[in-house]
Structure formats: structure tokens, C-alpha cells
């Protein structure tokens, strides 16, 4: 598997869900470590459907704000 690619499917697939921009995407998944989360999860996230990895990150941004 390539992870730039995967980083990159799943930034534009979170982007297109929230209807956000690349710029407010990037600083979101910055500002909680997403991608650092994407990265390390990469194996099992990319077995699993675009809905799951955008509820996913939902849940791992949620975690961290709280």
C-alpha cells in the first residue's frame, strides 16, 4: 500500500464529506494529529470503507477535544 496515496484518498474523502476546504482539512487533521493517526492505522483503515474512515476520524478528533 502506498500511505501518500492513502493520506491523500483520505484527506479528499474527508473534504468532500464536510464540504471543506483542502486549507480547513489540512489545518483540522494538523491541529489533532490526524495524519499522524492515518499513518499509524494505515494497514487497518485501508481494509475498511470510505464511511468508516470518515467516522473514524470523526471519533479520533472527538477524542481529542474532549
Known sequence: ?????????????????KRYTGKQVISLFTRYDVLD??????????TTGEQYI???IDEYIAARTE
Open 54 to 56: 470518515i467516522q473514524d
Open 1 to 17: 500500500m502506498d500511505t501518500t496515496k492513502f493520506l491523500a484518498y483520505c484527506i479528499e474523502s474527508y473534504k468532500s464529506a
Open 37 to 46: 493517526y492515518i499513518i499509524d492505522c494505515a494497514g487497518a483503515l485501508h
